[in-house]
């Protein structure tokens, strides 16, 4: 298993964009998501998509965003769009995929990370702290997590 940049394996593009697409989204919001996967591959510093591989199969992915709840701007940057692949569940690649993220923002000079969910209870194991309660556009609460890179 390895996890590299969606840059070095662009083939799975599509792939990414359809599983954020179904774990995400909603039924006409596919072109959100390859915008969102597009715009991790047009060399700017920010976003940046990250892919797990299992020999040449993609099985994981993980993003470092700007910002992931336009109603909390002031918080930089994210954690997002972590997802794993079915078969491939309960085994700990969640956490390495975290920790790929945790890497790039300690080795980007970033002093914390943010993210959100709407789970209760997950993030808590892998020491994240919880630190309230936000909106996500336009009134869906959600919960707000943090953690220092220092
Ligand atoms: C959530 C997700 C990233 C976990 O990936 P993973 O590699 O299986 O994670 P881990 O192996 O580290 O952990 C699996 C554990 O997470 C738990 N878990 C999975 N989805 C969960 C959820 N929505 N809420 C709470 N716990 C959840 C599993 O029950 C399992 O618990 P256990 O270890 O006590 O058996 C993966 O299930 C996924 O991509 N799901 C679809 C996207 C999604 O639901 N995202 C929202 C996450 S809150």
């Not at 940049?5 to 599983?19: G, K, Y």
Request: one cysteine or more; aromatic letters at 14%.
């Amino acid at each position: 298993m390895r996890i590299v940049p969606l840059s070095a394996a662009v083939e799975h593009r599509e792939t990414l964009i359809d599983w954020l697409w179904q774990a995400f989204g909603s039924d006409n919001s596919r072109d959100f998501f390859a915008s969102v996967i597009d715009s991790s591959l047009s060399g700017a510093d920010l976003p940046l998509t990250f892919v797990a591989l299992d020999g040449e199969r993609a099985v994981g992915t993980v993003g470092l965003w700007r910002c992931d709840l336009i109603s909390r701007q002031d918080l930089f940057p994210w954690l997002a769009a972590l997802y794993v692949a079915e078969g491939y569940r309960g085994h700990g690649l969640s956490a390495q995929l975290q920790q790929t993220v945790i890497d790039c923002a300690r080795q980007r000079g970033d002093r914390q990370l943010y993210l959100y969910s709407a789970c209760a209870d997950y993030y808590e194991r892998f020491g994240w702290a919880y630190i309230g309660d936000a909106l996500d556009y336009p009134a869906t609460a959600v919960r707000l997590y943090h953690k220092a890179l220092e």
